[in-house]
Antibody, heavy 125, light 107 residues
Framework: EAHLVESGGGLVQPGGSLRLSCAAS????????MHWVRQVPGKGLVWVSR????????NYADSVKGRFTVSRDNAKNTLYLEMNSLRAEDTAVYYC??????????????????WGQGTLVTVSS | DMQMTQSPSSLSASVGDRVTITCRAS??????LNWYQQKPGKAPKLLIY???SLQSGVPSRFSGGGSGTDFTLTISSLQPEDFATYYC?????????FGPGTKVEIK
């Protein structure tokens, strides 16, 4: 069964940097688009970023564009999120998630079928 | 960006009740709509994809419906383990926006 484990979270000062990792196992990592989703404790889910199978064409939420960089190492089965110029509002639990795609009645349905347990990032002085 | 809304934001219900949660998209998303359940301190869990397809292993008391802009998640007979927060998510476009969530609490 697929398994995702995030790491790298912690306390960082405003303006600082942090790199999150998401280690994948139990499936062919290089065959799946991957995403980062974050959640402020007690609040809702917010999509952050997506990366294609080969690491090309990353997408970002407007709130992190220019500050966060998503990447992947398919040889190491690992997804990354490099976070720079961190702000207090970036404080959240960060989840990685696998995107599954399959043919459905309307075309190709996609959904997040596996999630990691999350890693907490706290931006505070 | 696609905006997703959900109603109600919270509800109180009893074990055995039929519960329906509504999700609305700001534009037509066909049936590219997923539902997730999240319990405190846990990662979200996929329940429904493609508006109405039940994810493997999810109890049949969960069902989804709708197309275009209006969607529903129904729990036919609420069980103790169903008390959680439920999120809809559109997969029609990027960013993959989520609804604000509906918290289902014990009456």
């Amino acid at each position: 069964e697929a398994h995702l484990v995030e790491s790298g979270g912690g306390l960082v000062q405003p303006g600082g940097s942090l790199r999150l990792s998401c280690a994948a196992s139990g499936f062919t990592f290089s065959s799946y688009w991957m995403h980062w989703v974050r959640q402020v404790p007690g609040k809702g889910l917010v999509w952050v970023s997506r990366i294609y199978i080969d690491g090309s064409s990353p997408n970002y939420a407007d709130s992190v564009k220019g500050r966060f960089t998503v990447s992947r190492d398919n040889a190491k089965n690992t997804l990354y999120l490099e976070m720079n110029s961190l702000r207090a509002e970036d404080t959240a639990v960060y989840y990685c998630a696998r995107e599954q795609q399959e043919y459905c009645a309307s075309g190709v349905c996609s959904y997040f079928d596996y999630w990691g347990q999350g890693t907490l990032v706290t931006v505070s002085s | 960006d696609m905006q997703m809304t959900q109603s109600p934001s919270s509800l109180s219900a009893s074990v055995g009740d039929r519960v329906t949660i509504t999700c609305r998209a700001s534009q037509n998303i066909n049936t590219y709509l997923n539902w997730y359940q999240q319990k405190p301190g846990k990662a979200p869990k996929l329940l429904i994809y493609g508006a109405s397809s039940l994810q493997s292993g999810v109890p049949s008391r969960f069902s989804g419906g709708g197309s275009g802009t209006d969607f529903t998640l129904t729990i036919s007979s609420l069980q103790p383990e169903d008390f959680a927060t439920y999120y809809c998510q559109q997969s029609y476009s990027t960013p993959r926006t989520f609804g604000p969530g509906t918290k289902v609490e014990i009456k």
